[in-house]
């Protein structure tokens, strides 16, 4: 950690000053402006702000701390996972002929992607499903300001929840393809990967929301 950001940590913790420590501490190299320096010069049509909307923008793109690293890398993986069911996502709708992936032992993405297995639930191609569901997932990491476990503690636990079920689908489905194909679709495992990944980064946060809860 760097003397700059130590500084503005120092700056926002003290409580004797009466600030809020959420609202101070920023990364060394933000993204982006404030949200209050992009606000639109005009009226016009469409969606409108809030302190609240501002204080979500400037936390994920600016801020430092409070889980909120823990919460970037949950989006990352999500859009990991979401980028590797997307290649099979093509395949299932018929859009590439084959499924990319190196020509190893024990991976046939053309088969496992293709069985009736893959489109059984709902009648439609599971990559689909699994995109839905870990858009579900972005979403959750990205709601709320920085304060959430204090303010908010259900997303956290929301959050963590999800993450539990996207692994518990991930090793079903890693499972169903080792023993009734005896292959892996490479993509899938990579998903399968990302979301395990997942675990360790929401858990810090799902105990802070647990103490707040507990703390009532």
Known sequence: MSSRTVLRIVRGA????????????TRDHPAGPTARAARPQHQGVGRSSSPAAEAVSDDLRRGAGSFLEQRRR?????????????????YQYGLLRRVPEPDLPGLDADRVDASGEAYSFLSTPDASIGLVSYGTTLALAGMGARNRAQQ???????????????????????????????????????SAFATLAMVPQVLPEARAALRTLRGR
């Open 14 to 25: 003290v409580p004797l000053l009466g600030h809020d420590p959420f609202m101070t501490v």
């Open 74 to 90: 949950v989006a990352g993986l999500s859009l990991l996972s979401s980028a590797a069911l997307g290649v099979v996502a093509l």
């Open 152 to 190: 908010q503690p259900w997303l956290p636990l929301l959050l963590a929840a999800k993450v539990g079920l996207d692994t518990v689908g991930a090793l079903t489905l890693t499972a169903e393809q080792a023993t009734k194909h005896r292959k892996l679709c490479s993509w899938c495992t990579v």
